[in-house]
């Protein structure tokens, strides 16, 4: 049992770095690269948010606002003070992560509603914030941010590079180094939902009463995935910030906080896979919805509206079982 | 010093009556339903913006406006049918997402029809402000309490009163039982949101000559009818209606005596303090979790 669940979690990280590696036989130019790094980086952010709303039942519409104050403690860390980009994206994380478990305990206690609304609250409330401490964050205008740096090595999009002998432009390598950092994500998650903590999770999920009846600790369980989800955005939020070399309030605002959310729905909640493929539709779809042009934002409110009342499960999920079904009554007809 | 302070609260009262308005909206479609409806808002653009170019168009005010509500009352039947009845199965954050996605989709169509510019909408009686002990009342402001205050009345009637506000009602109380004493449900739930895009259309109309609209109003209104809803406590009529009030004059005030930067913030802050001490908002019942 333990071994054909340990296969099935090799087997995910397998194909999802098949995809990832073999993808670049199929951009040809640095606008593909550029939208590929994104959706990699928003992917990993949303497999850390899946942990709270797929595994532990719990709704945040505030991420958006640890993902801007990652983005915007590395902005003012490397830009003003000189920092190095390592330093500043785990000082940023282990910051926010402090402030999630502040706000995150009485929070956790709200239920349903209450707790969508809590968190909308919290993400708000740094969004307006980054927008009026001008002096600190450049307000409404944004900031730049300088390129990532380790050890002196410098990542940035327009250098060049040589990996075992490989001529790499700075679109490639970011998109390279975004993907390793995916595939990271996704091993840590799938060793968390493992984990007794994972379990206990699930049971959270079940029924929180329940839970709570055999002896889980519900409340310091919830807390502490809100902390994990957190950390992902901040860490995320970092890279993000690096990679744009520019960043604006928007990217703490409600928009995005939306956008992440409906990523975890739309892909399926609970699936890993899944919500990293809904942070690839919605990453991808303005971009092809774009040729509509006034009819892209009519269209993108049909499809999310279409998708969630025929998939509610979300997308891979309900494709999975499709596919299952089929097999199914193949092996079926075959007995 | 005392005209300031008026002043402050003639604005606060003014919004707090659209948030309430709106609150009540909320209120109305998650008893009956149980689904927060992110749409909200855009029943207020819908009025605001349909009246706006109905009177451009040469139609007299008063029509404008009755046609407006129906367009939004047919909005929110259509809502109902199409996009919620089709998913009742599904989890609570899916329909979230799907009334998100419908909203975007009228705001799109919004943007379509009327573009992305302001509109700025006349004054329903005279521009002539009124001074009241030093500080400056907008004429607009009386329309909005007088039309505000004369829903809820009738609100309340129609849910003490009336044979059809006594079945949505039951409804919201038990859907299953209500079954069973011959309510049709479905049609009940429709009802639901067809009252609940008239109030907030009402509401959209009322304050679009102080705010003035355009095809994206109804994402920041909608969240704030949201906060006073959750701010009074999901599900209760009154906390709406005490939620939109208070939400609005801390909104004003905070306006005026800190910063108008952070008048959200404060709005913000203001449901997290609130959540904190009272998990189920001001006027929130007490729920038992069954396991």
Known sequence: MLNRFMQMRLRDLVILAVILFALPLFLNNPFYYDLATQMAIIAATVVGLNLLVGFAGQISLGHAGFFGLGAYFTGIMTSNYGWSSVPALVVGAILVGIIAWIVGRPILRLKGHYLSMATLAVGFIIAIILNNERALTGGPDGMPVPAFTVFGWELSPFGSYNLLGMELNGSEAWYLFAAVVLLVAVWLAQNLIDSPIGRALRSVHGSEVAARVVGVDTARYKSLVFVVSAIYASAMGSLYAHFQGFITPAVAGFDFSILFITMVVLGGMGSTMGVILGAVVLKLLPQVLADFQELETVMFGAILMLTMIFMPKGLLPTIQMAVGKRMKKKAGGQA | MFAEFLQYLFTGITIGATYALIALGFTLIYNASHVINFAQGEFLMIGGMATVSLTAMGVPMVL??????????VLGILLQRFAIAPAKQADVVTLIIITIGASIFIRGLAQLVWGKEYHVMQNFSSDEPIRIFGAVLNS?????????????????????????????????????????????????LMLAFLVSAVLGSVAGVVV???????????IML????????????????????VGGLLLGVVEAMAAGYISSDYKDAVAFSMILVVLFFMPRGLFGAKVVERV
């Not at chain 2, 909608?222 to 209606?241: D, E, P, R, T």
């Open chain 2, 64 to 73: 404008a406006i009755i046609l407006a509500v129906l367009l939004a009352g």
């Open chain 2, 140 to 188: 607009q402001s009386l329309w909005v309490l007088g039309i505000g205050a004369i829903l809820v009345v009738g609100l309340v009637l129609f849910f003490t009163r009336t044979l059809i506000g006594k079945a949505i009602l039951a409804t919201s109380m038990n859907k299953e039982a209500a079954r069973l004493v011959g309510i049709r449900t479905q049609l009940v």
């Open chain 2, 208 to 218: 679009a000559p102080i705010t003035f609209t355009s095809y994206d109003i109804g």
């Open chain 2, 222 to 241: 909608g969240l704030k009818g949201f906060v006073a809803a959750a701010i009074g406590g999901l599900g209760s009529g009154i906390g709406a209606v």
